[in-house]
T-cell receptor
Framework: DAGVIQSPRHEVTEMGQEVTLRCKPI?????LFWYRQTMMRGLELLIY????????DSGMPEDRFSAKMPNASFSTLKIQPSEPRDSAVYFC????????????????FGPGTRLTVL | AQSVTQPDIHITVSEGASLELRCNYS??????LFWYVQSPGQGLQLLLK????DTLVQGIKGFEAEFKRSQSSFNLRKPSVHWSDAAEYFC????????????WGAGTKLIIKP
């Protein structure tokens, strides 16, 4: 099993440019999460998909951020236009449908994309 | 509201020494509890989890954690740390009835002295 795959691993862009981050979840997993990690704010959940449908996007900072999951094996997080304060590590994680005893299942994280907006 | 507190931002221990990382949570019932580890430049990996039953749970890499309801704590321990344990450790809480939402602690960075 290849695990969760994210690309690119590093992205450097200039303010105002569009940025697209990509994620391939583990095959068979039903849930997908996008997180952002910064020194100041720690780990923040941006959006959660279940069976390709966005369930909770309350963590998306503003309209410049959008996420899609066109099928079970692919998701994108897009920032347009990007700003320096968007610089962070963005993680994608996936999980199976349910965990033990009905609780939250284990989340499997990708290696992250380090985004730098100049 | 649920919350998770990891009181120590950094902890430094000598290689071979014992380790305890603290985690306190606020939740109205018995939560689902997790410890994840993040090695430098990597994503988070599950170390162990507690759902019910025996309050002392064993995880990977020689780690264990103990759920103490009276103290609302789920501290992570290891009897003897290795240099490869240098990483950031995150405690997380999940609510019963929720199939996805985890509340994350701020993390504790473990530094190993040779």
């Amino acid at each position: 099993d290849a695990g969760v795959i994210q690309s690119p691993r590093h992205e450097v862009t200039e303010m105002g440019q569009e940025v697209t981050l990509r994620c391939k979840p583990i095959s068979g997993h039903n849930s997908l999460f996008w997180y952002r990690q910064t020194m100041m704010r720690g780990l923040e959940l941006l959006i959660y998909f279940n069976n390709n449908v966005p369930i909770d996007d309350s963590g998306m900072p503003e309209d410049r951020f959008s996420a899609k999951m066109p099928n079970a094996s692919f998701s994108t997080l897009k920032i347009q236009p990007s700003e320096p304060r968007d610089s962070a590590v963005y993680f994608c994680a996936s999980s199976p449908r349910v965990g033990l005893a009905g609780g939250p299942p284990e989340q499997f994280f990708g290696p992250g994309t380090r985004l730098t907006v100049l | 509201a649920q919350s998770v507190t990891q009181p120590d931002i950094h902890i430094t221990v000598s290689e071979g020494a014992s380790l305890e990382l603290r985690c306190n949570y606020s939740y109205g019932a018995t939560p689902y509890l997790f410890w994840y580890v993040q090695s430098p430049g990597q994503g988070l990996q599950l170390l162990l989890k507690y759902f019910s039953g025996d309050t002392l749970v064993q995880g990977i890499k020689g780690f264990e954690a103990e759920f103490k309801r009276s103290q609302s704590s789920f501290n992570l321990r290891k009897p003897s740390v290795h240099w490869s344990d240098a990483a950031e450790y995150f405690c997380a809480v999940g609510a019963r009835g929720s199939n996805y939402q985890l509340i994350w602690g701020a993390g504790t960075k473990l530094i190993i002295k040779p």
